[in-house]
C-alpha cells in the first residue's frame, strides 16, 4: 500500500494556505477554522472537492484519496463531544495513574458493577444455551458389549 508523498515545492505551496496549520511529505494538519469551514460548507451542500478548492487547495496535488479521508475523519469529529480537537495529545501512550476524587472513585466502581453485572448474565446466558444443547444430544450407549 503506497502513499502519496508531497514534493518540497508541493509542501512550500501549501504551507502557504492560512488553513494549514503544519505539512510534511506525508500529511497535512488542517487548522481548526478549515474544519468549522468544512463542515458548514458540506450543511451547505457542497461536495468536498469544491470546498477543498475554493478553499485554495490544488485538488489534484491533495489526491482524491486524502480529500476523502478527510472529509470522513472531519465529519466523525464534528459529532464527537470534543468537537475537531486533536484527541492524541491528550490520549497517547500508557494510561495515567493518577489519585481519583471520591466521587470519581464512585463512579469508577459503579461503572465495573455495571460491566461485571452484564458480564455475569452472559455468562448465565452462556451456561444455560450449553445446558440445553447438551440434553439434546443423544446419549451413548455404553453397554455395546454385552456377552
Do not use: C, W
Not at 510534511?24 to 474544519?35: D, G, L, Q
Not at 451547505?44 to 472537492?49: C, I, P, W
Not at 461503572?111 to 453485572?117: A, E, I
Amino acid at each position: 500500500m503506497g502513499g502519496h508523498y508531497f514534493s518540497d515545492k508541493q509542501i512550500e505551496e501549501l504551507k502557504r494556505n492560512p488553513y494549514v496549520d503544519k505539512v510534511s511529505n506525508k500529511a497535512i494538519t488542517y487548522s481548526e477554522a478549515y474544519k468549522h469551514h468544512f463542515i458548514h460548507e458540506l450543511g451547505q451542500g457542497k461536495f468536498a472537492t469544491q470546498i477543498f478548492r475554493e478553499a485554495g487547495f490544488d485538488t489534484q496535488v491533495l489526491g482524491k484519496d486524502r480529500i476523502k479521508s478527510f472529509s470522513r475523519r472531519i465529519r466523525i469529529m464534528a459529532d464527537r463531544i470534543d468537537g475537531f480537537t486533536d484527541l492524541r495529545t491528550k490520549y497517547y501512550g500508557r494510561p495515567q495513574t493518577k489519585e481519583r476524587t471520591p466521587d470519581e472513585e464512585i463512579a469508577y466502581l459503579k461503572h465495573q458493577v455495571r460491566l461485571q453485572k452484564q458480564q455475569i448474565e452472559a455468562l448465565k446466558k452462556m451456561n444455560f444455551i450449553h445446558r440445553k444443547a447438551t440434553k439434546a444430544l443423544p446419549k451413548k450407549n455404553t453397554n455395546s458389549s454385552k456377552h
